[in-house]
């Protein structure tokens, strides 16, 4: 029985003194990529048809506001690239336009979308997807936009009335953009 | 730098444990068995700790990922490995936590009544769990993009920790020959303190009922903390390392706590042993800080709505968004009082003893001859039998499952060795020993001994060491 105490203590010395550490390589860290992609709604704009009424072939709304996500700079350091998602509906009985405008914090235009013509219902559903980075455009436009202006046209008359129960115009938006952690 | 910070948290993520001190459990040759059952056979007249070094027990594991499971170098894309291994291989119930206890002072003598044992002291002692935020991670590492519905789980923040000096004064009292018992009392005096387990909420993204898409999150979480003002302004100069001291001599948070144990023989050779450790609280009331981030809100991108736009024509789309959010879902400050509740553990065991009878070291005459009165009291060369050991966790109770062998060398020297599973390691082989050099005892306990094959692929790792001056008093 002794040799069996005595053969624990020795196998335990033997493990300690023989501990070892095969070869790790803390550089593969440097290799480490992490890029999740976030995805979320970004504008919803909509307007009835009495209120294109109030401007007969003319501008019905003209708005400029701060749009401030983008040039955030937990997002304008890390976006590696990025899809914005437009879709339009329109329900009403008029012929419409309406432009986005992209402007940087002193108010130069960046970029600008324009949405023309929407035609008067019936009509399918207009999408359409402007690609950000790689071979898209530039992601200077997204991380330099603090304010967005938007200006919609009413390319008919007043008159005209839609048979839809609740005629509007919609436009939705989306992003879907890659931002590097890592 | 980079490197550096991976460095540190991987350690702490590969270093998580249990707390378990399976080896020094029903050690009765080492004073600081009764640490972990009061009610342990104490054949000592009296015992002194040699100050700070009495006792020290350093434990850590992982039941997720070692630093060899990602930097190991094989050949293989540290993305793949950290994609398969940490992303998608680990589990909300994976864990990340470590334990250590220093004794600073701790003695023990036999009162007049030779029945009762007395022993006290103080130590320090440093405790922290965390559980693996999957959600979180797999959100950092995915993003929600086309994951439409995918309810990100909050509730996956589940941590705590704490850092507090215990002054404790504990009896030993031989009821008969068969049964001894044993309790503990405990102040708790609490230095730092982190706790966040009771998170609930989700985020997640859905189709919109306006815009594309709605992304939604809905959150009762909290973190209270006690502390960590005084480290804060030790870090910044403003304050002295004396204040956190006296967080540890009763200038902090204060708790009362109690253990319970007993040894009871079956018969002559066959034991039953029992123990419940920390049970008791702490009362945070000095230097809180608490964060709060309740509530929930759906956002659909900047609305624009018209002709109320029209009419509001100066509204700030993108700042009353966020006020929105902010006010339905505030994010909270408060020093609202706390209690925490220590991580009960329990211990159980039952021990077969062999062999030769071992004398008496001392002039408690156990009488040790089979038939005499005392022989139930007998120590023997060779014990073996198995323990258990659960611990209260965030999670749920955690239980780990030995078997033990303790081989006897005379008086002068004691082995045991056991093999323990558990959630961290299935082949975990320790081994400690006790030697007695004169009044001088030393001992020493390691853990999971076949990982030091290859330490940096160990998911866990403990150990114990310790001296005292130990008298039997006069033969």
Redesign the interface.
């Known amino acids: ?2 040799k ?2 005595l053969f ?2 020795l ?2 010395l033997m ?2 003194g ?17 890029i ?13 048809e ?2 294109i009424n109030l401007a007969p072939n003319t501008t ?2 003209s ?1 400029e ?5 983008f040039s955030e700079s937990v997002f304008a350091d890390r976006v590696v690239d990025g899809v914005i ?1 437009y ?1 339009l509906e329109n329900t009403t009985s008029k012929d419409l336009d309406i432009k986005l405008e992209f402007l940087d914090e002193s108010g130069v235009i960046l970029d600008t979308e324009i949405f023309s013509p929407i035609y008067k219902a019936p009509s399918a559903v207009l999408k359409r997807e402007v690609v950000y980075g790689n071979t898209g455009e530039s992601l200077d436009i997204i991380i330099n936009t603090s304010k967005i202006r ?1 200006t919609a046209n009413n390319l008919s008359d007043n008159s005209s009335v839609s048979t839809q129960p609740e005629p509007l115009i ?1 436009l ?3 992003g ?1 953009f ?2 590097r ?1 890592k | 730098m980079h490197n550096i910070l991976l460095i540190l948290v991987l350690g702490v993520c590969n270093f998580v444990l249990s707390q378990n001190k399976q080896i020094l459990y029903d050690f009765s040759e080492i004073p600081q068995s009764l640490m972990v059952n009061p009610g342990t056979e104490a054949d000592f007249q009296w015992y002194s700790g040699v100050p700070m070094l009495s006792g020290t027990s350093f434990q850590a594991g992982s039941s997720g990922i070692s630093v060899n499971d990602l930097f190991a170098n094989d050949g293989l894309d540290i993305n793949d490995k950290f994609r398969d291994r940490v992303i998608n291989g680990m589990s909300p119930k994976d864990d990340l936590s470590g334990n250590y206890q220093i004794e600073l002072i701790n003695a023990g003598y036999r009162g007049k009544n030779t029945d009762n044992f007395y022993s006290f002291g103080i130590y320090n002692e440093g405790d922290a769990i965390g559980y693996w935020f999957q959600d979180y991670a797999l959100l950092g590492y995915e993003g929600n993009a086309d994951k439409l519905n995918k309810r990100f789980d909050l509730g996956d923040l589940k941590t705590r920790g704490e850092i507090l000096n215990v002054f404790h004064f504990g009896v030993s009292k031989k009821i008969d020959n068969k049964l001894t018992l044993g309790l503990r009392g405990k102040l708790y005096s609490g230095i730092l303190d982190f706790t966040s387990t009771k998170n609930k909420g989700y985020f997640v993204t859905n189709e919109g009922q306006n815009n594309v898409l709605a992304n939604t999150i809905n959150a009762d979480m909290e973190l209270r903390s006690s502390g960590f003002v005084v480290f804060d302004a030790v870090n910044k100069k403003g304050g002295s390392t004396g204040d956190i001291i006296k967080r540890g001599f009763f200038g902090g948070d204060l708790g009362l706590g109690l253990d319970f144990g007993f040894t009871y023989h079956l018969n002559e050779q066959t034991v039953v042993t029992a123990s419940i450790l920390d049970l008791g609280f702490i009362y945070h009331s000095t230097d809180v800080l608490n964060y709060a981030l309740k509530g929930s809100a759906t956002v659909e991108g900047v609305e624009i709505i018209l002709p109320d736009a029209i009419n509001n024509g100066d509204t700030d789309f993108w700042q009353d968004l966020i006020d929105e959010v902010e006010e339905l879902v505030p994010f909270e400050e408060n020093n609202k009082n706390y209690i925490t509740f220590r991580p009960t553990k329990l211990y159980g065991s039952l021990r077969y003893n062999f062999g030769e009878k071992i004398e008496s070291k001392g002039s408690l005459d156990c009488n040790c001859n089979v038939s005499g009165g005392n022989s139930y009291r007998a120590k023997y060369a060779n014990s073996i039998g198995g323990q258990l050991y659960v611990i209260n966790r965030p999670r749920g109770p955690q239980a780990a499952l030995s078997a033990f062998y303790l081989r006897r060398l005379g008086n002068v020297m004691a082995i045991k060795a056991a093999y323990t599973i558990d959630k961290y390691s299935f082949t975990n082989l320790g081994v400690g020993l006790s030697m007695q050099v004169g009044p001088v005892n030393l001992y020493f306990m390691a853990d999971n001994l076949l990982a030091y094959q290859n330490v940096a692929a160990s998911n866990y790792a403990s150990f114990q060491l310790g001296i005292n001056i130990i008298s039997w008093g006069k033969k």
């Open positions: 029985m002794k069996i105490g624990c203590v196998f335990a493990l300690i023989h501990s070892c550490i095969e070869e790790q390589d803390f550089g593969q860290y440097d290799d480490l990529s992490v999740p992609k976030f995805e979320s709604s970004i504008i919803y704009i909509e307007a009835t009495e209120v019905f709304y708005q506001f701060d749009f401030n996500p998602t879709e938007v919609v939705k938006s989306s879907k890659s931002v952690v």
